[in-house]
RNA sequence: CACUGAUUCAUUAACGUA
């Protein structure tokens, strides 16, 4: 049971769901399945995959489930965009305790739902740090850097996420200096605190700074890498991202992801296609950068035929095709994708209305945005 | 000395950005 949780616990961190799935059969074939920790650990693994309704049959079928089952399953949930299913199951789990709260906390901030946020916060019967730092990333996560600011000022206690929060929000503010003030006064600064400085760099395209802390860090991990593998492709230097890649310990799918833009960035296609060949896994976001990377060089067929093949696309998938078709006055085409597809985000919307305007089809555009449920 | 599960922070893909 121990290796299986281990292993199932891997998995989920990789977002790797074959060899989640190949580990369930394995799990199923020892009849431990409805184990209390070992199904607790699939939900899990299955949820972080997206894979909702694999999570929601184990979870049905488990005979007895305690409050960190619930809890995953509320983080299962909550993850797949579930919202509604996370608020009834935390309403009909028999126990609650302040990782629970802390869940469905983090259920309302991930669906950006920053009232919701502070109206459940209040409502807590307890709070820890985590609350907290939920809190503060809700309130960066809307752009509100002052706000984060004060309730990190205010919180009785903080600790290194709670930092590495604040970091971050003024990062994505594009906030350089703010970033690397909190940064410096931060007392142990850790790994995360350390890429999150990296990507702020990468943000104001502050390339030299950005390798001075590379090679300052402590440590590093595969994300730092891949991060600074992104800082090299963003800044149009590609040879020094591809010795990066070479040079790190160890790769994951991202890593991979960032050199396929690489060479995309880089005119080189089919290169870039030959990685995506070559790499030992593909998930959506390898898929989907192919597809953009044919639509970009007018090479539609191509471009739907790699989408056809994709296992699982998602609603940004779905946009790079359709925006595929609408930047090349296919608009037709385009409009047949955009109705056929599951789910329509702004972007979708956006790239619609781009396609209609650029062929001067300026009613078809104003129509379109006049329909659209939300603008930004 | 160390061996099982839950909640918060960093990296990769889609539209636009004079």
Redesign the pocket.
């Given at each position: 049971?121990?290796t299986f949780?281990?292993v199932l616990?891997a998995c989920a961190d990789d977002v790797n769901l074959s060899e989640g799935i190949q580990m369930h059969e394995r799990v199923k074939r020892s009849g431990v399945e409805l184990d209390?920790?070992?199904g607790?650990?699939l939900i899990?693994m299955y949820g972080k995959c997206g894979r909702i309704e694999h999570a929601q049959e184990i979870f049905d079928k488990m005979h007895s489930k305690?409050?960190?089952?619930w809890?995953?399953m509320i983080?299962a949930c909550s993850s797949c965009k579930s919202l509604e299913r996370a608020r009834l199951l935390f309403d009909k789990m028999p126990q609650r305790?302040?990782?629970?709260w802390?869940?469905m906390?983090?259920a309302y901030a991930q669906q950006g739902l920053l009232k919701e946020v502070l109206k459940f916060f209040e409502k807590m019967p307890e709070r820890d740090?985590?609350s907290w730092?939920?809190i503060v990333?809700a309130y960066t996560q809307h752009g509100l850097i002052v706000e984060a600011h004060k309730v990190f000022n205010k919180m009785p206690k903080r600790d290194?996420?709670s930092w590495?929060?604040v970091i971050?929000g003024y990062a994505q503010q594009g906030k350089l200096d703010e970033a690397l003030a909190v940064f410096q006064q931060m007392p142990c600064p850790n790994?995360?605190s350390w890429?999150?400085m990296?990507?702020a760099c990468a943000q104001q395209g502050q390339v030299d700074m950005a390798v001075k802390l590379f090679h300052q860090m402590p440590d590093r991990?595969?994300?730092?890498w891949?991060?600074m593998i992104?800082i090299y492709v963003k800044a149009g230097q590609f040879k020094e991202a591809l010795d990066l890649f070479q040079q790190m310990p160890e790769r994951d799918?991202?890593s991979w992801?960032?050199m396929i833009?690489a060479y995309v960035q880089n005119g080189q296609l089919k290169e870039a296609l030959q990685l995506f060949k070559q790499m030992p896994r593909r998930d959506?976001?390898s898929w989907?950068?192919m597809v953009?990377a044919y639509a970009e060089h007018g090479e539609l067929e191509e471009a739907f035929h790699l989408f056809s093949q994709m296992p699982n696309p998602?609603?940004?998938?779905w946009?790079?095709l359709v925006?595929a078709y609408a930047?090349n006055g296919q608009l037709i085409r385009a409009m047949q994708l955009f109705q056929q597809m599951p789910r329509r985000?702004v972007?979708?919307w956006?790239?619609m209305i781009?396609g209609y305007a650029q062929q001067g089809q300026l009613k078809q555009a104003y129509k379109l945005f006049q329909e659209m449920p939300q603008r930004n």
């Open positions: 049971k121990i949780v281990s616990n209390v920790i070992v607790s650990s899990h305690d409050v960190i089952c809890t995953t983080t305790n302040v990782v629970s802390n869940a906390l983090a740090i985590v730092n939920v990333a290194v996420v590495n929060a971050s790994v995360v890429t999150t990296l990507a991990n595969v994300v730092s891949n991060t992104s799918v991202v992801n960032a833009a959506v976001v989907t950068a953009a998602n609603v940004v998938s946009t790079a925006a930047q985000n972007v979708s956006n790239a781009t």
